[in-house]
């Protein structure tokens, strides 16, 4: 039996684009390669002409039913398991995979699970402040100039998601894992937790808790192991709290 990736569990989000026939194009690739939930994040210009001269026919739909947040934290709350995309890569930002491998790992992540895959502003793509957000980095080799117009990018990986299949045997697809909201509530009570006990560096608490995220994210978390975390964090609040009480009730 061939297993494929659920492109209606899949959602494309452009943060902060810039070119309102940009996202027209975006829509047509999505369109053409089955995809039709798209997220658009804090966009510079979405002037309706300049989008339905490039997405044209019936992919303007995917336009009408296009999501707009101002917040990329609110846009990818409901969203399971979050894949950003660059082209520049390094020691802050290692791309861990190309669009067909990418693919062919959604295949069961997908079944059961809100896929978002994000795209950045045409000028600079994602931060790292953005990326810090997802489960993993895919990058589109390319020859010697790695940088793609949107919609060429988007067009790659939603042709890659289109022709993804597996004859394997499968197991079961992969059950429910937490959202974006549960997840990022997860990190800040970490954050919170590790700088009250000394962990973190109040220099730059995000660096360290980075490496948190990057070790978490290895075997992405279901809400019931998010619940455990959190579950520990106020149990080490607790028990940092009673060092703290005899030396208030000394000063009082």
């Given amino acids: 039996m061939t297993s494929q990736v ?12 810039q070119i309102p026939e940009n996202i027209g194009a975006v829509a047509r690739a999505m369109h053409n390669m089955g995809l039709d939930r798209l997220v658009v994040v804090d966009p510079k210009n979405l002037d309706g002409d300049r989008m ?22 609110e846009a990818l709350a409901p969203f399971q398991y979050l894949i950003g995309t ?11 995979a190309q669009p067909r491998s990418l693919a062919r790992k959604l295949i069961p992540i997908s079944q059961d699970n809100l896929v978002a895959i994000l795209f950045g502003p045409e000028d ?25 117009n949107l919609a060429q990018a988007v067009m790659i990986v939603c042709y890659e998601l289109f022709l993804a299949s597996d004859r394997t045997p499968q197991g079961p697809p992969i059950p429910r894992l937490a959202n974006s909201f ?11 937790m590790l700088s009250k006990i000394g962990f973190l560096d109040p220099q730059n608490p995000e660096h360290w808790l980075l490496n948190i995220r990057r ?6 978390l279901r809400a019931r192991e998010v619940r455990i975390i959190r579950g520990i964090c106020r149990q080490m ?14 000063e009082s």
């Fill in 215 to 220: 070790f978490l994210a290895r075997v992405p």
């Fill in 86 to 96: 660059t082209a520049r890569i390094g020691a802050s930002r290692p791309a861990l």
């Fill in 52 to 73: 339905n001269k490039t997405a044209t026919g019936s992919s303007t739909k995917v336009l009408e039913g296009m999501d707009i947040y101002k917040d990329l934290r």
């Fill in 182 to 192: 549960e997840l990022e509530g997860m990190y800040d009570h970490l954050r919170a």
């Fill in 6 to 17: 659920a492109l209606e569990n899949v959602a494309i989000v452009l943060v902060q684009p």
């Fill in 237 to 250: 609040d607790w028990y940092a709290s009673q060092f703290d009480a005899p030396e208030k009730k000394e």
């Fill in 124 to 148: 600079r793509g994602l931060s790292n402040d953005q990326l810090r957000f997802c489960h993993t980095i895919a990058t589109v080799p390319t020859a010697s100039f790695s940088s793609l």
